[in-house]
T-cell receptor, first 111, second 113 residues
């Protein structure tokens, strides 16, 4: 079993829909990261959080430390949001900035 | 734009060969991490360098080695290439060793035939 699990693996939505991607982890963490990866490979960091909720534009990330669960929400989705969204954690043991990644959620937003 | 660059973009090698991948971190970033991402998978941590010293290593054999230079550039070297080494190799830099946002390069796609 992977230390970081994401669901769903694939997601198709129509433009304007509200999207939720879930992440569960099984290890103690210092921080959780949400990342976006476009075709071709480049990864962009969206959020880093260790408690509560963060918002940036149409993106919202929440984390529940007790339940070891985080969600990434996209409001009013747009085709340009199509990408792979990856959840990663910084475990409390080991190298401070080492990340352990989930396998990603592939999002396709259609017109 | 993150300011982290990687070269080359694509590379094709044959089994048994050696390869060197390069990364140029954002100026001032003392920490660089290297990751291997197989097709359809999340990235896997290879190792991390801080101020030119290896600071942690994932579950990769010794034929994966690295260097970090004072000018914020770094290298990933892989000897005796195997077919399973075919992957996207990503470097990511951060300001310090502390828990911090990591800035990723665009990656080098390595194909081993």
């Amino acid at each position: 079993k992977n230390e970081v699990e994401q669901s769903p693996q694939n997601l198709t939505a129509q433009e304007g829909e509200f999207i939720t991607i879930n992440c569960s982890y099984s290890v103690g963490i210092s921080a959780l990261h949400w990342l976006q990866q476009h075709p071709g490979g480049g990864i962009v960091s969206l959020f880093m959080l260790s408690s509560g909720k963060k918002k940036h534009g149409r993106l919202i990330a929440t984390i529940n430390i007790q339940e070891k669960h985080s969600s990434l929400h996209i409001t009013a989705s747009h085709p340009r949001d199509s990408a792979v969204y990856i959840c990663a954690v910084t475990p409390t043991t080991g190298t401070a900035s080492k990340l352990t990644f989930g396998t990603g959620t592939r999002l396709q937003v259609t017109l | 734009e993150t300011g982290v660059t990687q070269s080359p973009t694509h590379l094709i090698k044959t089994r048994g060969q050696q390869v060197t991948l390069r990364c140029s971190s954002q100026s001032g970033h003392n920490t660089v991490s290297w990751y291997q991402q197989a097709l359809g998978q999340g990235p896997q941590f290879i190792f991390q360098y801080y101020r030119e010293e290896e600071n942690g290593r994932g579950n990769f054999p010794p034929r994966f080695s690295g260097l970090q230079f004072p000018n914020y550039s770094s290298e990933l070297n892989v000897n005796a290439l195997e077919l399973d080494d075919s992957a996207l190799y990503l470097c990511a830099s951060s300001l310090t060793l502390a828990i911090d946002t990591q800035y990723f390069g665009p990656g080098t796609r390595l194909t081993v035939l």
